[in-house]
Nanobody, 121 residues
Framework: QVQLVESGGGLVQAGGSLRLSCAAS????????MGWYRQAPGKQRELVAT???????NYAESVKGRFTISRGIAKRTLYLQMNRLEPGDTAVYYC???????????????WGQGTQVTVSS
């Protein structure tokens, strides 16, 4: 089992920055990578960014050049640095640890409880 706890969400004005963190505990060696997903009201959950165990990263087109995903020492902390935030970035952001398929957001992956990010115009 892997447990994930997000932090760092909040309210920010458009153009501002936030840094999300996700603390991972448990059998972290069993996963193939980690990522961030988000879900806005009335919309489906969507991929934001992923990072594999070898450090390769992947971003949604809408956040490329503005967001940066990274992992801390021992790969037990995941970060998402969000710059130049836009109202369209408003959503609940979820930390994900992939069991077998990175970037698919499988229901049987490990998920955090989510953290709210609100960007005002």
């Amino acid at each position: 089992q892997v447990q994930l706890v997000e932090s760092g969400g909040g309210l920010v004005q458009a153009g501002g920055s936030l840094r999300l963190s996700c603390a991972a505990s448990g059998m972290i060696f069993s996963i193939v990578g980690m990522g961030w997903y988000r879900q806005a009201p009335g919309k489906q959950r969507e991929l934001v960014a992923t990072i594999s165990n070898d450090g390769s990263t992947n971003y949604a087109e809408s956040v490329k050049g503005r967001f940066t995903i990274s992992r801390g020492i021992a790969k037990r902390t995941l970060y998402l640095q969000m710059n130049r935030l836009e109202p369209g970035d408003t959503a609940v952001y979820y930390c994900n640890a992939a069991r077998s398929r990175l970037g698919y957001g499988d229901e049987n992956d490990y998920w955090g409880q989510g953290t709210q990010v609100t960007v005002s115009s």
